[in-house]
C-alpha cells in the first residue's frame, strides 16, 4: 500500500485525526512564505502529542543552515524535506534522511532530475508554478512519470479522494502526499476529507 503523509499540519487536532485515521506521516512546513507556515513552539506542542509510528517531516525552503539546525535543535523531526535549489550535499548535512521535493515542468526528465539528489530517501513530484514552491493544488501530467526508475517516488500536488486511486494506479508510487486536497481553509484540515483520502488510498 502506498504510505500517505498529510502536510501543512498547524494544529494538535488535525495531527491527532490525521494519526487516528492512519497517516504514515505529517508535515510541518517552516517556509515564512506559506500560509501553513508553523512557529518552533507550535511544532514541539503538535510533535509531542503525536502517538508513536508516526513519522514527522520538517518542510524547509532555501532555508539558511543555521535556521534548520535551530528547528532540529527543538523540534524532533524524524525527516527533512527540502522544497527549494538545495543541492545534495546541503540536504545531507543535518544527520536525517531527507527527501527533495521536484516541480515538474513539461519536458522535463525526471530519471536524470532525480538523479541531482543520490542522498535522498525519496523524490517528492509536485506541480510547477511560478514563484510557488509547493501546495499549488494543482496536478502535473502525470505520464511523464518513468515507470522505470531507481528512486522511491513520492507524489503530491492537487490529489484529494476523489483522484488518488487513479493516481496512485497510473504512477505506483512509493507514498502520497496531501495538503489543500485534505483542508477546509489553508491551514486549516477537514477530518472528513482526512478520513475519505485515507480510505480511498487503502482501497487501492
Avoid at 40 to 53: D, G, K
Avoid at 86 to 91: I, L, M, R, S, T
Avoid at 111 to 140: H, M, Q, R
Avoid at 164 to 171: E, F, G, L, N, Y
Amino acid at each position: 500500500m502506498a504510505r500517505i503523509k498529510i502536510c501543512g499540519i498547524t494544529r494538535v487536532d488535525d495531527a491527532l485525526a490525521a494519526a487516528q485515521a492512519g497517516a504514515d506521516a505529517i508535515g510541518l512546513v517552516f517556509h515564512p512564505g506559506s500560509p501553513r507556515a508553523v512557529s518552533i513552539e507550535q511544532a514541539r506542542t503538535i510533535v509531542a502529542a503525536l502517538p508513536p509510528f508516526v513519522t514527522t517531516v520538517g518542510l524547509f525552503v532555501d532555508a539558511e543552515q543555521a535556521t534548520i539546525q535551530a528547528v532540529l535543535a527543538q523540534v524532533p523531526l524524524d525527516l527533512l524535506q527540502f522544497h527549494g535549489d538545495e543541492p545534495d550535499d546541503f540536504c545531507q548535512g543535518f544527520n536525517r534522511p531527507y527527501i527533495k521535493a521536484v516541480r515538474v515542468r513539461p519536458g522535463d526528465d525526471l530519471n536524470a532530475l532525480a538523479a541531482k539528489w543520490p542522498g535522498a530517501c525519496g523524490i517528492l513530484l509536485d506541480s510547477y508554478k511560478p514563484g510557488v514552491p509547493g501546495g499549488t493544488g494543482e496536478t502535473f501530467d502525470w505520464s511523464m512519470i518513468p515507470s522505470q526508475r531507481s528512486w522511491r517516488l513520492i507524489l503530491a500536488g492537487g490529489l484529494q479522494a476523489q483522484n488518488v486511486r487513479q493516481a496512485i494506479d497510473q504512477t505506483a508510487p512509493w507514498a502520497v502526499d496531501v495538503s489543500g486536497g485534505v483542508e477546509a481553509n489553508k491551514g486549516i484540515k477537514d477530518i472528513a476529507k482526512i478520513n475519505a483520502f485515507i480510505h480511498e488510498v487503502k482501497r487501492v
